[in-house]
């Protein structure tokens, strides 16, 4: 009733208003949506490092969500230096060194070859070079079930049979088709004039790969080197295939702490234990999370 | 035996050619991206070849650079053969459209890079970048990144990495494209003032019949990997020599009539159409080739200048007649206007101060001594 | 000689790589498929003898259930991952000013191994200690979550895991696609009036197909190759209700020492593989007109 004694300006007002008051509601939805999202993705953490840090005592009586009433890290340290494997009883430590030597060398060649296959495919291509830039990035997709069988018998057949360089030239092997595509792919979008100008230039393969295409290539090195490090520190598939008791890589050992038989379940080792293995991926995302992005989407999308 | 002797009569000749292009041949699989290309060059000439996207012209100039390999026939750069030869051993500087500029590298490495590559002593790169940098008034961007600069100063870079090669022969491959109009108007003057001071001789691409004309001493323009034409720009845009020719060289574009012809008392009588009018008959005074006593259809090409409006005084043998005014565009230095003859719209170029309405009817002048007159079938030229 | 040489240093270069590849993917590959017709146990045996491998796996109950677990696991881990990547990506596009941080938070899963992932949601999952408790202490009194126990449940509770990890990526990857939707469409459509679920609706998202096309190909190569979630998670189990293509072939190869069924189950596994990604390679790379 009093609506029909409102002006047109007062009208005007509380239309207004309304509109404000419905945007800012729809706004706090959102928020509202966005975070309980972000308490979803975060809550297995949280879980994780809240049971690292309690006493078994406190995690047989108290909640799962709830934080340690005192904060205790012995058993960190027992995942890093004594938690058994199995029969070993040295922690994480010694395989995670595994981890280290076998992702550096294997992560570097993989790049470096990436990189010399992606520039050949860019720029020096020749007949039937798409084809072949085609298989292999096939080699990328497959499910490597299909090669666990040869590899094993190969890698007995080299004698290189549960080593950390057995191991390595898997990763090299079956990364070559990921770090080509990376490369190939930021190589195709610089023009071929620049190769072009260089050749009139009087420069060669090398010295143009060398002195206009390395110095150029920063970014896709650190996209390269990040998506591999990543693969191959996450590796349990070829890990747990080729490698044997001393050389087995830390998702490995990870695997087996948690799942051995003898003695009282540690939950606050494991979940120790699987923060420790997740720490050096989890450092490199929040360091360069950029990079890991591009490398991911990269992965999926055609450049 | 014949062979032997057609070369020994061809090699002379060819010693006085900076470059000299022969029966050469290009195809990707089954598609033949060049045909049967014949050019030749003298020294200080600057030849554009010139021709719409995808006419070749490009593969004829990497062909030359030998950054592409022909299928066949020969290129001679100084009266050598360059077969087998590779781009930098032939003596040549190109210039590319992106420029090219190596991007982690300054300016004056860029520039120095080449020589550096052949092993030129550190004093002789010092002395010829800074002759180069010079004469381009680029010595303050020596130390900077390709990154740091503008379009224009690109090109200058990328110029620069050519002069100081110092070759026989410098290539252009649509140098100015990547420009915008103001600037690309100043390279083209700076480019011809350099081949004016140089002497060099030069070989460039584009497909803007403009920079065709404004810089060339000598064109050819391509077309689906054929030539149609060489000549110089006089002759390229005067006597055209073909329908192609005549529509792709000058803007705006020649107007090409369907007219009809015949002979009435020893001079050619040329009739076109134009609605709710009578049809207009022009007389031509040059010979037409193959004309009969029998009416026979034709293309007349006329430039927009040949029909202007009977008031203008340049016109002094101008025939006039009537048309009706379709469409009026001043254009500041000049007015265009349209009207339809032989079916078609026909432009005319008249003085900007000219009094002409749309809708109306006004007197135009004809000026057939520059025009050209084409076989409808083959679009060869037979006036 | 050097002509040759010089003509030739791309090829030479590219092929050390390539012969690995031929030998390591496609070699291999051929191995296991010849191998998957011969009668082979503990050592792999070369006389063909034909199908008999694959008889035996169409009758197995173990691999069977393997299947079913990739259809129920696949299924709706793609259908989850792809709708919750998209709800966040819609959210996130609106503008958020903490999107940055945002972003980070949803996407961390994805820089996890599978192992420690199966480990942290093992211990949440746990019907003792983990969620059940936290609502039992919340006063709900009869409230059981033992899917991770349970031989009918277990395979649903690889598929939370999974999707907790990989749905991030997913909005990572319709994110991306959002922002390059060309935004003076976007505008002509706000001048127009329509409002902005309906631009969304009739306009952005029917131009993400290439998106949506990518990403179920990533998420199905990733439900078919998934293995260590499995194996830290249930460990396969209970019993094997559990089981994956991926991890019964694991169990043959080297547990069972069934070098034949190992063989034979991988090939079916490289064989789902190839139906996917053959044509996706094929229309990403197919050559386009310049």
């Known amino acids: 009733m009093t609506d029909l004694s409102l002006n047109d300006a007062q009208m005007d007002e509380r239309a207004s208003r309304n509109r404000l008051m419905k945007r800012v509601a729809l706004r706090l939805g959102l928020y509202v949506l966005l975070i309980l999202f972000a308490l979803y993705y975060l809550m297995p953490l949280f879980v994780m490092v809240v049971t690292s840090l309690k006493s078994l005592d406190e995690i047989r009586t108290g909640s799962l969500l709830s934080l340690p009433r005192e904060i205790d890290f012995s058993s960190w340290g ?111 979008t610089i023009p071929v004039e620049l190769v072009k100008a260089a050749k009139v230039d009087g ?15 920063p970014p896709i090195i650190v996209v390269t080197v990040i998506w591999q490090f990543t693969q191959i520190w996450n590796d349990f598939l070829f890990g747990v295939s080729f490698s044997q008791a001393g050389t087995q890589p830390i998702t490995v050992a990870l695997n087996n702490i948690v799942n051995a038989t003898t003695g009282v379940k540690e939950y606050n080792v494991d979940m120790a234990a699987a923060i420790i293995a997740a720490l050096p991926t989890l450092l490199v995302y929040v360091v360069a999370g950029k990079y890991f992005i591009r490398g991911l989407t990269a992965g999926s999308v055609k450049g | 035996m014949s062979n032997a002797l057609k070369k020994e009569m061809t090699s002379p000749s060819a010693e006085q050619h900076i470059l000299s292009v022969e029966n050469l041949d290009k195809s990707f699989g089954s598609v033949k991206i060049l045909k049967d290309i014949n050019v030749a060059i003298e020294p200080g000439d600057f030849l554009v070849l010139v021709g719409p996207s995808g006419c070749g012209k490009s593969t004829l100039l990497n062909c030359i650079a030998g950054l592409e390999k022909a299928t066949g026939g020969d290129i001679r750069i100084g009266g050598r053969s360059m077969n087998g030869v590779s781009p930098k051993d032939r003596d040549i500087a190109m210039v590319f459209q992106s420029y090219a500029l190596y991007p982690t590298m300054t300016v004056g490495k860029n520039i120095t890079f080449g020589m550096k590559v052949r092993g030129v002593p550190e004093a002789e790169q010092q002395r010829k970048l800074n002759e180069v940098a010079t004469l381009l008034q680029i010595e303050h961007l020596l130390d900077r990144k390709p990154s740091q600069l503008s379009g224009g100063q690109r090109q200058r870079v990328a110029m620069g990495r050519a002069l100081v090669r110092d070759p026989q022969l410098f290539l252009f491959d649509e140098p100015l494209s990547n420009l915008d109009a103001k600037l690309r108007v100043e390279m083209r003057t700076e480019i011809k003032r350099l081949h004016q001071t140089l002497g060099a001789s030069i ?53 090409l009539i369907p007219a009809q012809v015949e002979k009435v008392g020893g001079t050619a009588k040329i009739s076109i159409t134009r609605p709710d009018m009578d049809d207009i008959v022009l007389d031509f005074d040059r010979e037409i080739k193959g004309l009969t006593d029998t009416r026979k259809s034709v293309i007349l090409g006329l430039r927009p200048e040949n029909i202007t409006d009977s008031a203008n005084q340049h016109i002094t043998k101008g025939q006039v007649a009537d048309c009706r005014v379709d469409v009026v565009e001043p254009a500041g230095s000049d007015t265009f206007v349209v009207t339809n003859l032989g079916g078609k719209q026909v432009t005319a170029r008249l003085n900007a ?31 | 000689m050097t002509d040759w040489l010089e003509k030739h240093v791309p090829k030479l270069v590219l092929a050390p790589s390539l012969i690995a590849i031929f030998v390591f993917v496609y070699g291999f590959i051929g191995w296991t498929a010849y191998v998957s017709f011969t009668k082979s146990r503990l050592l792999p045996k070369y006389d063909l003898v034909g199908p008999i491998q694959y008889e035996k796996l169409a009758n197995s109950p173990r691999w069977e259930v393997a299947l079913t ?147 179920f190909i990533v998420l ?18 209970p019993g094997y209700a559990t089981d994956l293509p991926a991890t019964f072939m694991y169990a043959m190869a080297f547990s069972r020492g069934d070098i034949g069924q190992a063989a034979s189950s991988a090939t079916v596994m490289m064989m789902i593989v190839t139906a996917i990604i053959v044509p996706y390679l094929y229309s990403e790379l197919r050559p386009r007109h310049d």
């Open chain 2, 203 to 255: 070989v460039y691409v584009t497909h803007d019949q403009i920079e065709a004309m404004t810089l060339a001493t000598k064109i050819v323009v391509m077309k689906d990997g054929i030539i149609q034409q060489v000549g110089t720009p006089n002759e390229i845009y005067n006597q055209p020599a073909n329908m192609f020719v005549a529509d792709f060289m000058g803007s705006p574009s020649m107007n």
């Open chain 1, 203 to 217: 420069a060669g393969f090398f010295r143009i790969f060398f002195s206009i295409f390395l110095p150029v290539s």
């Open chain 1, 78 to 188: 027992k995942a890093w230096s004594s938690a058994c494997t199995g029969i070993q009883c040295e922690g994480l430590r010694p395989y995670f060194w595994n981890s280290v030597m076998l992702s550096i060398p294997a992560v570097a060649i993989s790049t470096l070859l990436g990189a010399i296959n992606g520039y050949v495919l860019a720029q020096w291509r020749f007949k039937g070079s798409n084809i072949l830039f085609a298989l292999m990035l096939f080699g990328c997709f497959i499910p490597f079930q299909v090669v666990l069988l040869p590899m094993a018998i190969t890698l007995g057949a080299l004698k290189i049979a549960g080593t950390i360089p057995g191991l390595m030239l898997v990763h090299i092997v079956y990364g070559i088709g990921f770090t080509t595509l990376f490369f190939r792919n930021f190589y195709v």
């Open chain 3, 69 to 215: 677990n990739l259809a129920i696991f696949g299924i709706l881990f793609i259908l989850f991952a792809m709708v919750i990547g998209l709800i966040l990506a819609i959210l996130l596009d609106q503008k958020i000013r903490t999107e940055g941080p945002l972003r980070t938070i949803y996407l961390y899963p994805m820089a996890l191994s599978f192992i420690v992932t199966g480990t942290a949601w093992k211990w949440i999952l746990n019907p003792g200690l983990g969620i059940e408790s936290v609502f039992r202490d919340m006063g709900f009194e009869n409230f059981t979550f033992d899917w991770l126990v349970n031989p009918d449940l277990a395979i649903y509770t690889v598929v939370i895991a999974g999707v907790w990890q990989s749905s991030g990526f997913v909005m990572a990857l319709f994110l991306a696609g959002l922002r390059s939707v060309d935004g003076e469409i976007i505008r002509a459509a706000m001048v127009d009036g329509i409002s902005t679920p309906r631009i969304y609706m009739s306009i952005i998202i029917p131009s993400m197909a290439p998106i949506f096309l990518s990403s």
């Open chain 3, 220 to 237: 199905s190569h990733l439900a078919i190759k998934s293995f260590d979630l499995v194996i830290a998670l249930t460990g396969g189990g």
């Open chain 2, 353 to 383: 101060d000219a009094q002409i309405t749309a809708g109306e009817t006004a007197n135009f002048a004809f000026d057939l001594s520059k025009a050209s007159v084409f076989e409808p079938e083959s679009g060869a030229r037979i006036a």
